[in-house]
């Protein structure tokens, strides 16, 4: 079984969504749907969602240069995903709900 969410997104511009807009971000396999994200969100966190958006980043060109030369490459292609939840529901990711 492949893993669908991969890890949350945890930044001060998402820390500001998911507070007033109660949206959170995730990166997610690149395959993955919209369908199978929020199923997998609502299974693993217990929430009921809304709506999904996704966008996909291209993986930058990198180069090193060592002694024995050039090498070029690039980074991995990255899928973020923008989960919207019920007014009612919340993801406490560090725990600090009592």
Known sequence: MKSILIRPLITE???????????????VSKDSNKI?????????FKVRVLGV???????????????????????????KAIVTLHKDDKIDFFGTEA
Request: without cysteine; charged residues 35%; positive net charge.
């Open 36 to 44: 199978e994200i929020a199923n997998a969100v609502e299974k693993r």
């Open 53 to 79: 958006t996704t966008s996909v980043a291209k993986g930058k060109a990198k180069s090193q240069f060592t002694k024995k030369g050039r090498f070029e490459g690039f980074r991995a292609d990255r899928k």
């Open 13 to 27: 511009k998402n820390t500001s969504l998911s507070e007033n807009l109660n949206k959170y971000a995730f990166e």
